[in-house]
């Protein structure tokens, strides 16, 4: 929303200075005006194609670095095998021992 924000306030910039190039140029302030609006216009159409184009853009993978790999290896190296009854043995002692004091 930012692009689109940013956009919209050049637009009302483009506008302004639009009509008033044109005044100063002899137009009367009807044509001026509509000029001022037709800058507006073509402004925040690509304001909005802009932040259309950066929404819809898919996400950016990051480089892997050698410190994701040193740590990818390390894992990988020697896995431990859980035993599952060796960690509800250790969360029933755990919590008995929370319950006795």
């Known amino acids: 929303m930012l692009i689109l924000r940013a956009g919209l306030y050049v637009s009302v ?3 302004i200075i639009a009509t008033w190039q044109s005044t100063s140029v002899g137009y009367p302030i009807e044509v ?4 001022g609006l037709l800058a507006f216009i073509a402004g925040s159409l690509v304001a909005y194609a802009a932040e259309l184009v950066v929404l819809t853009a898919p996400p ?3 480089p892997r670095t050698l410190e994701d ?3 990818l290896l390390d894992d990988d190296e020697d896995p431990q095998p859980v ?8 969360r ?6 929370s319950r006795a004091a």
């Open 13 to 15: 910039g483009l506008a």
């Open 83 to 90: 035993s599952l009854t060796a960690v509800r043995a250790e």
């Open 92 to 97: 029933d002692t755990a919590v008995d021992e």
């Open 60 to 62: 950016v993978h990051r």
């Open 32 to 35: 001026a005006m509509l000029r």
């Open 69 to 71: 790999d040193d740590a």
